[in-house]
């Protein structure tokens, strides 16, 4: 069974413009998660949806915004980008209804270069 | 505010050279207790969840024991293959089933 998948891989852009990144959750799965990694730190949260309906926002500024799709696929935009929002997006997914369902499985992240 | 703290930041061993990792938490009630793996530049790899303090899971050369303040993986006779940083997450019990990880720990095993 395939995994997480994300989209693009690599990604460079310039301060001010927007960015788009993709994902599509495991076969099954309902709930996907946005996470920011910067280099050296562990990842940190930005939002996660279930159903389509936002159900966690972090601490992040409202350049930040996300949806989710019927397809439980989801999509992670920022706008006004600054050369802070340099990271590892990682996208993560997880079942529901289930004892398990608190397991999050991450995918291979998109690398964003904000010049 | 959850907290997570990992020690030590970076650890080097010999093959063979068996060692433990640390994780000390703080959370409003714990909903479970989360090891990952990750290669550079890839996504982290899920290993163990636990859920109560006593609990333990093991994989392969990897053991994970949890109490009510610190979570340990026990490294035994490691591989240059188990290089890699491990990251220690927690959830919360209430609450966005959202994860909050430590720094991690950078293990490097050498032959």
């Known amino acids: 069974d395939a995994g997480v998948t994300q989209s693009p891989t690599h990604l460079i852009k310039t301060r001010g413009q927007q960015v788009t990144l993709r994902c599509s959750p495991i076969?099954?799965?309902?709930?996907v998660s946005w996470y920011q990694q910067v280099l050296g730190q562990g990842p940190q949260f930005i939002f996660q949806?279930?159903?389509?309906?936002?159900?966690g926002r972090g601490n992040f500024p409202d350049r930040f915004s996300a949806r989710q799709f019927p397809n439980y696929s989801s999509e992670l935009n920022v706008n006004a980008l600054l050369l802070g929002d340099s990271a590892l997006y990682l996208c993560?997914?997880?079942?529901?209804?289930?004892?398990?369902?608190?397991?999050?499985?991450f995918g291979p992240g998109t690398r964003l270069t904000v010049t | 505010e959850d907290q997570v703290t990992q020690s030590p930041e970076a650890l080097r061993l010999q093959e063979g050279e068996s060692s433990s990792l640390n994780c000390s938490y703080t959370?409003?009630?714990?909903?479970?207790l989360f090891w990952y793996r990750q290669d550079p530049g890839k996504g982290p790899e899920f290993l163990f969840t636990?859920?109560?303090a006593g609990e333990e899971k093991e994989k392969e050369r990897l053991k994970a024991t949890l109490t009510k303040k610190e979570s340990f993986l026990h490294i035994t006779a490691p591989k240059p293959e188990d290089s890699a940083t491990y990251l220690c997450?927690?959830?919360?019990?209430?609450?966005?089933?959202?994860?909050?990880f430590g720094s991690g720990t950078r293990l490097q095993v050498q032959p």
């Open positions: 993560a997914s997880s079942s529901a209804g289930t004892s398990s369902s608190y397991e999050q499985y």
């Open positions: 076969s099954g799965h309902k709930s």
């Open positions: 949806y279930y159903e389509k309906e936002e159900r």
């Open positions: 959370v409003s009630g714990l909903r479970g």
């Open positions: 636990l859920y109560s």
């Open positions: 997450a927690v959830m919360a019990a209430t609450g966005r089933r959202a994860l909050t």
